[in-house]
């Protein structure tokens, strides 16, 4: 009867909230189940109910944001939208993931190197997926000479990294929402890769289109020959 009135006091979600800010406040290590326990107003039992120790908390932790965040970008990847419709939601969703998980983002970045082996290898798994289908919307959109020319690689890196330097310095009081905070990034990277010429290629002349083939035939050479 205990173990059943103590689940009732507390949910798997306060646990983790508390648990993360305690992380971040005391580190990892100095953080207890106890003091979880404590903060959350509840007893020890009310934990081990659905987390046996610390170390199942970062799991879980973790996996609410890795895992997540790969599974998310691998279903607009296989939508098979335009690059620019693809690139937009791939950025406007992982940044809000963590816009909406500041606490638990930062947590997981610092504190992962205390996972259980296993587990690691997963979350490592799951953030290169990320970065695959990142770099494979955006070498689509080079190949198909819709955004510049660029190392498709490092350019994935970089939004990402721009996405989730936020769990730094977003404040959910603050002037922006965490939508129209997504809605600028996706924006800024989209603005970003798109060549000039093709957001107006509509309303070229005979000479500027000209030109403009002539540079697409160049990108598509140098694409080309990156690929052999």
């Known amino acids: 009867m205990a173990r059943q009135s103590s689940k009732i006091n507390v949910v798997p ?28 107003g509840v007893s020890r039992t009310a934990l081990y109910y659905y987390y046996k120790n610390k170390e199942e908390i970062l799991v879980s932790l973790t996996e609410g944001l890795t895992i997540v965040a790969k599974q998310l970008a691998a279903q607009v990847v296989e939508q098979e939208k335009e690059p620019e419709d693809a690139l937009r939601e791939l950025v406007h969703q992982h940044a809000k993931l963590i816009l909406l998980h500041p606490v638990q983002f930062r947590v997981v970045d610092q504190a992962e190197g205390s996972l259980p082996p296993a587990q690691k290898k997963v979350a490592e798994s799951a953030r290169r997926i990320l970065l695959q289908k990142f770099t494979e919307v955006i070498q689509r959109g080079v190949d198909r000479g819709r955004f510049r020319l660029v190392d498709a690689k490092v350019t994935a890196f970089a939004i990402i990294g721009m996405c989730n330097w ?21 924006d800024f990277s989209l603005h970003g890769l ?23 035939l160049s990108q598509l050479k140098e694409v080309i020959g990156t690929q052999k």
């Open 13 to 40: 979600q306060a646990i983790l909230e508390a648990a993360a800010n305690l992380f971040i406040q005391r580190g990892y290590e100095g953080t207890s189940m106890h003091e979880i326990a404590k903060e959350l």
């Open 194 to 216: 798109e060549r000039a010429e093709v957001k107006k290629e509509s309303k070229l002349g005979v000479d500027e289109s000209l030109r403009l083939l002539e540079e697409n």
């Open 166 to 186: 936020t769990a730094w310095w977003f404040k959910s009081n603050g002037k922006k929402s965490a939508d129209e905070i997504a809605d600028i990034l996706a």
